[in-house]
């Protein structure tokens, strides 16, 4: 058998990587340990530099080893130009990058040295930027460094943005290209009236660009995302939606459409009387969190056991400027409820749909016109799920209740063709049907005592905030699951759950951790 070469079975490959791997973890523990040792003497500092760059060389993500190089140059500065010295921490740090090219500890340590330097050579980092991005166009570290640099060097926002202009016409794939271009625009060509945005005829072009490019690639996500930042949203001012009045709970509740911060709303009157309140958050009232902003707000007046007569009290939120001045509620003699909630004119907002400000602050004809774009491409592309949730998207922002046969289907066609992604597509499909119960709810006025929400098979429970004013909930024949909602609903005092997945042992644990009654049926 002379002559022939040893095959080495699997187990003794594995045992000689075995001792290679404990003989570089040794020699890795020892420099570590010698570092260390020196870390902080004056006298040791350039052999820890030499230390630390021999274990960087191998491992450019160790990020101790960068902070211990950091502090030695900031204590080198203070005694003399280390100049030089930060110019062959470039070279070092340029050499690591052709170890891992998307180590975050290298591409902060060269920012570090950048501004370190009296004299940095900006133009120098640019055209190493360029030469990264033409290796890996889509190194988003290299783009966050490049930002760092052009902001630095003074680059016109004009010449960068047809950097990007470059290079999406070079892949149309390049995220970090779009979302350079999106922080670009509004320098460029500002909205007049809101200077965050971007001019109508930018958007227009730029539009165009996202389109060209979902057209020649509707699988690729880029362009869809980018296009979602085209359309943008409107700011959003809180509004209140309702305040409830408990006899029996000597409780006050108040609700708002976004998360807000009433604790220094400290003062109430009750019959003419002034007195002070002290709010606190749903979520601090469970578990002790300090939570400084929240949806729904609870008080505890403990006068209200001692009146059995009308009460009267006025409620104000200065601190939220969206809300009306002053909010009244009289609790009748014998009654146990007083409230006002979002259905009455004076709470609710007088936008035609309640959420299409949610989705978009872009004009009704732009958001026409790119739905027709989207509906051609899906004749093109019907199994495409970025065109089917765009045109969805664009459905709900131009009001939702014309389009709420074609949203249905749409979201069934998704749930079949993207079944990795059913629960998502389900829970979206959730929030538009009670988005669509509550547009419904606002225009018919009707009384928010009981609720019926059964059989739509909601798989979650968004807008709990909306129902706080309710007596009952009736949830009963959907496919919930987590019932954590009941945690954010004080005052209202029967959910039926019915028909759901939802065990006794899950209302068992929500009931121990709620500080009021509910009454939960399965």
Not at 207 to 236: C, H, I, M, V
Not at 394 to 414: C, F, N
Request: some cysteine.
């Amino acid at each position: 058998m002379h002559g022939r070469l040893k095959v080495k079975t699997t187990a003794e490959q594995q045992e000689e990587k075995r001792k290679e791997r404990e003989k570089k973890s040794a020699i890795f523990l020892q420099l570590m340990k010698g570092i260390f040792e020196k870390r902080g003497k004056k006298d040791e500092f350039e052999a820890t530099l030499k230390l630390s760059e021999k274990l960087l060389s191998g491992n450019p993500d160790v990020y101790t080893l960068w902070n211990i190089r950091k502090e030695i140059f900031v204590e080198m500065q203070k005694q003399e130009n280390i100049d030089k010295l930060l110019h062959m921490e470039l070279k070092f740090l340029q050499s690591c990058l052709h170890v891992n090219p998307k180590s975050y500890g290298v591409w902060n340590q060269r920012q570090f040295v950048m501004l370190t330097m009296e004299k940095p050579d900006w133009h120098e980092e640019l055209r190493l930027c360029n030469l990264f991005l033409e290796y890996d166009e889509r190194n988003f570290h290299c783009w966050d460094y490049r930002r760092f640099v052009v902001k630095n060097s003074m680059i016109a926002p004009e010449d960068e943005f047809q950097f990007t202009t470059k290079k999406i016409s070079e892949n149309f794939s390049n995220y970090s290209a779009w979302h350079n271009r999106s922080k670009l625009l509004p320098l460029i060509n500002p909205d007049p009236n809101q200077p965050d945005r971007v001019a109508e005829d930018t958007l227009l072009k730029e539009f165009e660009l996202a389109q060209n490019a979902f057209f020649t690639d509707p699988n690729d996500q880029s362009a869809w995302f980018y296009q979602r930042w085209l359309l943008g949203r409107k700011p959003q001012a809180p509004r209140l939606l309702s305040l409830s009045l408990l006899r029996s709970s000597s409780t006050v509740i108040a609700s708002f459409s976004l998360p807000v911060n009433i604790a220094l709303c400290n003062s109430f009157t009750m019959n003419n009387e002034t007195k002070d309140i002290q709010w606190k958050s749903i979520e601090s009232l469970h578990n002790g969190a300090n939570v400084i902003a929240s949806c729904v707000w609870i008080s505890k007046i403990s006068e209200l056991e001692k009146f059995d007569d009308d009460i009267t009290i006025k409620l104000s939120f200065p601190e939220v400027k969206s809300c009306p001045e002053c909010c009244q509620l009289t609790l009748s003699k014998g009654s146990n409820r007083a409230q006002l909630c979002w259905t009455v004119d004076n709470l609710s907002t007088d936008d035609e749909n309640m959420f299409s400000d949610t989705h978009t602050a872009a004009k009704t004809s732009v958001l026409e016109n790119e739905l027709e774009s989207c509906k051609m491409l899906l004749e093109e592309e019907p199994e495409n799920k970025w065109t089917m949730l765009t045109i969805i998207y664009l459905m709900r922002a131009l009001g939702g209740e014309g389009y709420i046969k074609d949203t249905e289907e749409l979201l069934t066609r998704l749930i079949k063709t993207d079944s990795m992604r059913a629960g998502y597509y389900k829970d979206l499909r959730s929030k538009y049907r009670i988005e669509n119960e509550l547009q419904r709810l606002k225009k018919t006025q009707d009384n928010l005592t009981v609720v019926n929400l059964s059989g739509k098979e909601l798989t979650s429970f968004p807008y709990s905030q909306y129902f706080t004013s309710c007596e009952t909930i009736d949830l009963s024949d959907n496919c919930l699951k987590d019932i954590s909602f009941c945690s954010l609903l004080p005052g209202v005092e029967n959910i039926i759950l019915k028909n759901n997945k939802v065990g006794d042992k899950n209302v068992e644990e929500m009931s121990s951790m709620l500080e009021w009654k509910i009454n939960i049926t399965v």
